[in-house]
């Protein structure tokens, strides 16, 4: 058999209802344990990036990055091509409706990502003696057949960080700018593997440097160019709303272009891209947060969530942009269906502006992924041959562009699948912990 065929059959099986039933249910479950947390310390989570926690050292008196630094290398993370291709890939495949499921599910998986980063942080002092850890491979090692659960989400991790997060956004890297400026896959290529080098052998601390500075200009260029559109179409943004809510609810087939989409395609794309496209609930969040010398896993915790809400929100806009310009059943589908969006306002320069975008989010998930996939791999290696990891992550950013992105995201969606149920389970067998220190917390 094809390994293609192959691949995309196991990913059928692994990413489909029941998984997304358990997805759902989860996040359920820990919003109503927790008294609907997100919602209750939203204007509160809020204050938390104006006042952040302080680090504890640590018995080194170092630690990698504080509770405000995790939080915006999350954001790094989340604010990937997802929010740009993926969520235009919705909208095609699901429809309108799928910009309000993306929505609605983002706002329960929040109490998914609160519960992640707490149980990271909580269990941080069960790190192994001398190696600075965090993640879900410390408090799975609480739930049955701990031990094995927690190697084996640390080998995916590592996988799905080497390729959904590093080759698959070097990839669109090179897309973006072979279409927009002619540059070859090799030229792009040489260049992210330098930069990478440049980012990996600077360790934590520069990757941590480097976020800083790429977050806020993806944040403002994002929203700058996004309102730009919705300005630009104001006349038909009522119209739009209605269109996504009503697509959302109506049983009804909505004809447009080759295709047609009903609630179940709305439903069903909206919670693939709500879980994707924010990660809540594979845990990489949790790695960042781990070892942060937080003082209050609660309070930081409580921010955590605050980076799901933001991703949820950059994919409504960019939805709601795509279903405004009137370019939704166009029949282009990814970037370009994006791009079509964008030169409704901006003419030609729509294509440069929507490409600089894909590159700046490609850019800062590479940076944000390099943390996460090395300290996977210290905890596969027992904190050894960094150096090796280094050069394999630099090795997969380099053949990222040359490798189709079919075949690509086939590969990477089976250890992403395997992540979510691991990572999930081990949330509901430790749920009693969570559920006790939130009744417990004060402000």
Known sequence: MDIYLLLQKISSI?????????VIGTSIVCTVAFGFIQFRYFIYAWRQ?????????DTKGHVDMTPMQAFLNTLNSNLGNGSIAGVATGIYSGGPGSAFWIVFFGLLLMAVRFAE???SMHFAKNAPAGCKLGGPMLYLRAAPAGAVLAWLYAFLCFIFGLLGANSAQTNSIALSLQTTFGITPLVCAIAVTLFILYIVFGGSAR??????KIVPIKVVVFFATTIFVLAYHYNALGAAISLIIQSAFSSQAVTGGLIGFSVQQALRFGMFRSIFAT?????????????????NPMKDAILAMLSTFISTTVCFIVALCIVASGVWNSGATSTALTIGAFNTAF???GGYVVSFLSIAFGVGVLVANAYICLETWLFLTGGRFSLLCSLLYC???FAGPFVDV???????????????????????WLLPVIRANVLAFKK
């Not at 990660?279 to 003082?295: C, D, I, N, R, W």
Request: net charge negative.
């Open 14 to 22: 692994l990413i489909n209802w029941p998984l997304f039933i358990f």
């Open 49 to 57: 990036i104006f006042v952040p926690s302080k680090p504890k050292e």
């Open 117 to 119: 980063a707490f149980l």
């Open 207 to 212: 990757i941590v440097a480097a976020t800083d």
């Open 279 to 295: 990660e809540s609930g594979l845990g990489t969040s949790a790695v960042q947060f781990g070892f942060t010398g937080s003082k």
């Open 347 to 349: 003419g030609n320069l």
């Open 395 to 397: 090795l997969f950013a």
């Open 406 to 428: 079919t075949f690509l995201w086939a590969l990477t969606d089976i250890p992403t699948a395997c992540m979510l149920i691991i990572n999930l389970w081990g949330i509901l």
